[in-house]
């Protein structure tokens, strides 16, 4: 065997780990928008169910106006944001202004009694678990890419192609923050 | 690791082409036994066109068959509103479309996963399950059903049940065929050709038995670490094995065919029965689980 031959291996092999490398990345940072997509979803869900619930206590609480408006704020706030830790924060924020506002709904009866209330709160629960669902799905796959990303030989790739790192959606969950009362 | 999971189902899907040319050369092999006592090669075109007929009957019906042998009712959101909602997150959690939901009218707690790919895919749980499960628990359960959803054991165990029914079926025939078929030429055979046949038709079926035990009873461990990963909660999948094991009880409609579906094994336990159970253990499976607690 010629030395050309060894050589002509040898180029084509390293090609193959490249591309494969290159395919890997793709594959990974391809995963990880569609799950950051899949956040997206929810959290829009969230916003929109928002201003009907407010409404719907409005009804009952009129004058609780400062916690409204400390939810709309954090609403506005949570829609405007940027980076990844900027959505984290301003989620956590508006997952604080809720609570508040459910801790307020507590001392009107009539209010916990309506059936659209109740509808609304069971929506909102159940989005605020499909968001830490979702999260939890976006850092698996952040963390698959990351993986990819330092480790050798497959960083090499990377630099040359500009995969880079993404950041981790760090969102307290709730039952870590503060004991929660559960209702079933 | 979810990366591990990935390949795992990667390894599934080729492990199943494996599987089904497997059953497809033991279906052959019967048939060409047959051949030659009867000294005639259509038999064998026959069972090989049997074979590939059983392969792609079982690929899309034994979803179907399967549901009417446990007599599952598919159910809405609005119906099990905790059940539906629950697989929903687990889904998301792990990136998986969101299966059919079917609910079991039976006091013994229990679930099973069926379909051929994650997107025709079945999980179906006893009303029993739901009564006695906390949110948590049933919440492991139905993350190690999504599990063999996402490991694609239900295609495995699918196909499993649907060809070693198959196997079990032909070998009765011929065997019935031989012992009370009328005279024919046999001077032709040679006895160890007979002999040999004889031993492939006796262990065909046992083969394929054991070969479904031995499937299964893997799947489980990975499919409990699979829960495990994707909850983030090992003891919720202990604390509900646990009780699994003692308010277990065998199923009202018994089936040894669809028994590996299950999460805890619907059939009365006899002696045979734990040799050839298509489950490991509980205890063992707490054991991995406690094992692995500190890897999630």
């Known amino acids: ?184 | 690791m979810s990366s591990n999971l990935y390949k795992v189902g990667e390894s599934n899907v080729s492990k199943t082409w494996l599987l089904m040319s497997g059953f497809a050369l033991i279906i052959v092999l019967i048939g060409w036994f047959f051949s030659l006592y009867y000294d005639s090669l259509t038999i064998i075109y026959v069972f090989f066109l049997f074979a590939l007929l059983m392969n792609v009957f079982s690929f899309w019906f034994s979803d179907k068959i399967v549901l009417k042998l446990t007599g599952a009712k598919k159910v809405d959101k609005e119906e099990y509103y905790g059940l539906y909602t629950l697989v929903e997150n687990l889904c998301i959690t792990a990136g998986l479309p969101m299966p059919k939901i079917y609910v079991i009218d039976e006091s013994a707690p229990n679930a099973f996963a069926t379909g051929r790919d994650p997107r025709h895919a079945i999980v179906a749980a006893t009303t029993g399950l739901i009564d006695i499960m906390s949110d948590s628990e049933l919440e492991a359960v139905m993350a190690h059903e999504m599990g063999h959803v996402q490991n694609y054991d239900i295609r495995i165990s699918m196909i499993t049940f649907g060809l070693v029914s198959a196997i079990g079926f032909l070998t009765d025939i011929v065997l019935r065929m031989m012992f009370y078929g009328g005279d024919r030429d046999k001077d032709n055979n040679s006895p160890w050709m007979m002999f040999i046949g004889l031993i492939v038709l006796i262990l065909a079926p046992i083969i394929a038995v054991i070969v479904q035990m031995a499937v299964s009873r893997q799947r489980e461990y990975l499919a409990d670490a699979t829960s495990a990963m994707t909850t983030r909660n090992p003891e919720a999948m202990v604390s509900a094995l646990q009780k699994l094991k003692t308010s277990g009880r065998p199923m009202k409609r018994q089936n040894g065919a669809t028994a590996h579906l299950y999460i805890s094994n619907p059939l009365k336990a006899g002696f045979l029965g734990k040799m050839f159970s298509t489950h490991p253990p509980i205890e063992d499976r707490i054991a991995r689980l406690r094992d692995n607690a500190n890897k999630f």
């Open chain 1, 1 to 184: 065997m010629g030395i050309t031959t060894i050589i002509l291996i040898i180029v084509v092999l390293v090609a193959l780990m490249v591309a494969g490398f290159y395919n890997k990345f793709v594959k990974l940072s391809t995963r990880a928008k569609e799950a950051w997509s899949d956040i997206d979803v929810q959290l829009k869900r969230r916003y929109d169910l928002i201003p009907n619930l407010i409404e719907t206590v409005k009804g009952y609480a009129a004058h609780e106006s400062a916690t409204f408006q400390k939810v709309t704020e954090a609403r506005t706030a949570a829609m405007g944001a940027q980076s990844v830790e900027e959505q984290a924060d301003a989620e956590n924020m508006l997952s604080g202004a809720l609570k508040s506002l459910f801790a307020v709904s507590e001392s009107y009866p009539d209010l916990k009694a309506n059936e659209n209330f109740l509808e609304l709160q069971r929506e909102l629960t159940d989005t605020e678990n499909k968001i830490q669902a979702s999260r939890r799905f976006y850092n698996t796959n952040v963390r698959d890419l990351n993986i990819a990303v330092e480790s050798f030989p497959s960083n090499i790739i990377a630099n040359i192609f500009k995969f880079t790192k993404k950041d981790f959606f760090e969102f307290e969950e709730a039952a870590a923050r503060e004991p929660v009362k559960v209702k079933f």
